[in-house]
């Protein structure tokens, strides 16, 4: 088909841009939404906004029947990842700006690019990223307890997100795409007693429904195709250092839409993270 020849012929680390920024892009505007609808509420409506359009786009449900019992194991997993792993990060976002959140995000994440870094030159890209991601996570440690709790936790979920995610892209039993819409899906389920009660007063306002609507488009919608299509092509340990990018992302996201401003040891901070990622090379097949 000429869509899909068109969809192969982009760069997959173009795919990658576009998803490091509607990952934040998203939940910025999620944040302005946390005067008008509680935290876990904005999550809820995110994850089921996102499960809609899937529905519509690719009915998923129509898969499931035909799936072998470990393909339906890991979308379940995958689906039970998303749910939690968006609630956390909502809450750790409402607590403490982007920046340091996507640093604590990150920690977790370079492990795995760490176990197939055999090259001096990647071994110095992954010392250069995590004394960048170092600088960023320093500034606020201590400021807020439970918000870093919710970070550390959602960093956690963050790895298993890419984990499994790579699963489902190169499975011979679901096309990545797909599989993404059945596990948000699940996810809406799963998620359904964390947040649905706080999301009850956005249903008598039109205007705030879209307007969750929107954050879930550009938090779980675009961002997680993107990164389907970026996965299928870019080995785990390529794709797990690009995400070293993200506190970067975020720190400029944060800047644009919340005005939070970085320190200059965040901007260095910043700047050690992408010196990271410009020096990493890829050797290894995954």
């Not at 249903?203 to 919608?221: D, H, K, N, R, T």
């Not at 785990?236 to 401003?261: D, E, F, K």
Request: aromatic fraction near 8%.
């Amino acid at each position: 088909m000429a869509g899909t020849r068109v969809v192969q012929r982009v760069p997959p680390h173009l795919y990658f841009v576009v998803s490091a920024v509607f990952h934040y892009l998203g939940p910025a505007l999620a944040v302005l939404l946390f005067a008008r609808i509680e935290v876990l509420g904005v999550a809820w409506l995110r994850i089921a906004t996102a499960a809609l359009v899937f529905a519509v786009w690719r009915r998923p449900w129509r898969l499931w029947a035909r799936l072998d019992r470990p393909t339906r194991w890991l979308l379940t997993g995958w689906a039970t990842v998303l749910a939690v792993m968006n609630s956390v990060f909502y809450l750790a976002v409402d607590r403490l700006p982007l920046g340091t959140v996507a640093a604590i995000e990150f920690l977790p994440v370079i492990v795995l690019a760490a176990i197939a870094a055999r090259t001096g030159r990647n071994v110095t890209a992954l010392a250069a990223a995590v004394a960048g991601v170092y600088l960023l996570t320093d500034v606020r440690l201590v400021a807020e307890p439970i918000g870093i709790t919710f970070a550390v936790a959602n960093a956690v979920l963050f790895a298993f997100y890419i984990v499994l995610g790579h699963r489902v892209a190169r499975s011979r039993q679901v096309d990545g795409i797909d599989g993404l819409a059945l596990s948000m899906l699940i996810a809406t389920v799963v998620a359904l007693p964390l947040g649905v009660g706080q999301a009850v007063p956005a249903f008598g306002e039109p205007v705030l429904l879209a307007a969750a609507a929107g954050v879930g488009i550009c938090s779980s919608v675009i961002p997680y195709v993107s990164d389907q299509l970026a996965m299928t092509r870019l080995p785990r340990a390529t794709y797990a250092l690009m995400v070293s990018l993200l506190p970067a992302t975020a720190t400029v996201v944060g800047v644009i839409v919340l005005t939070q401003i970085p320190t200059a040891k965040e901007i260095i901070g910043v700047v050690l993270v992408v010196a990271g990622v410009a020096l990493h090379e890829n050797r290894e097949q995954d």
